[in-house]
T-cell receptor
Framework: AQTVTQSQPEMSVQEAETVTLSCTYD???????LFWYKQPPSRQMILVIR??????QNATENRFSVNFQKAAKSFSLKISDSQLGDAAMYFC?????????????????FGTGTRLQVTL | DAGVIQSPRHEVTEMGQEVTLRCKPISGHNSLFWYRQTMMRGLELLIYFNNNVPIDDSGMPEDRFSAKMPNASFSTLKIQPSEPRDSAVYFC????????????FGQGTRLTVV
């Protein structure tokens, strides 16, 4: 079974600074997807960024980027120029691609989350 | 599209009562997930459906929990009888079958069992 580990329960960053959230995962599969979701106090789960395992290039979305190290099974999220609105819980998630060709989806496995505080 | 719609947003019930949570997935999505979120256990996958068929219900805590998806646009999660330890936020999410697509989440139902 796949597992996702986020070893930082809480992180803090000053506004305009850069912070990196860590995520490691365990899988025997070679084809999969990794996601970072953000959950602000409103509790809505919002997709931040997605990475496909077969792509070597790290995904970026504006101020958000990832460092994907497939061999090390590491998938960290970097937030640049942090803003007050970035304060939230951040969840790393894994999804197998094995069943895609059958037209079915696999489950999404989440880590335990990292609470990010942004200070002035 | 209005996104994934869950109802009710909040539910307070007495121990022993039946609780039914409802979910309308995004039109065209063929996978639906029910998650439970608590401080102690984080986000737990309870069950997920593909094409209205339950695929994996290994996360359902016990027989008091049941889930159905009678058609592509509606799913329910029922707890009978409810217990205080069932208090949590319950999320429904849906996903398209395409490669690599993410799951879109509803706003969640905060359940309090007293």
């Amino acid at each position: 079974a796949q597992t996702v580990t986020q070893s930082q329960p809480e992180m803090s960053v000053q506004e305009a600074e850069t912070v990196t959230l860590s995520c490691t995962y365990d899988t025997s599969e070679s084809d999969y997807y990794l996601f970072w979701y953000k959950q602000p106090p409103s509790r809505q789960m919002i997709l931040v960024i997605r990475q496909e395992a077969y792509k070597q290039q790290n995904a970026t979305e504006n101020r958000f980027s990832v460092n994907f190290q497939k061999a090390a099974k590491s998938f960290s999220l970097k937030i640049s120029d942090s803003q007050l609105g970035d304060a939230a819980m951040y969840f790393c998630a894994y999804r197998s691609a094995i069943r895609w060709n059958t037209g079915t989806a696999s489950k999404l496995t989440f880590g335990t989350g990292t609470r990010l505080q942004v200070t002035l | 599209d209005a996104g994934v719609i869950q109802s009710p947003r909040h539910e307070v019930t007495e121990m022993g009562q039946e609780v039914t949570l409802r979910c309308k997935p995004i039109s065209g999505h063929n996978s639906l997930f029910w998650y439970r979120q608590t401080m102690m256990r984080g986000l737990e996958l309870l069950i997920y459906f593909n094409n209205n068929v339950p695929i994996d219900d290994s996360g359902m805590p016990e027989d008091r929990f049941s889930a159905k998806m009678p058609n592509a646009s509606f799913s329910t999660l029922k707890i009978q009888p409810s217990e205080p330890r069932d208090s949590a936020v319950y999320f429904c999410a849906s996903s398209f079958k395409g490669r690599g697509t993410e799951a879109f989440f509803g706003q969640g139902t905060r359940l309090t069992v007293v």
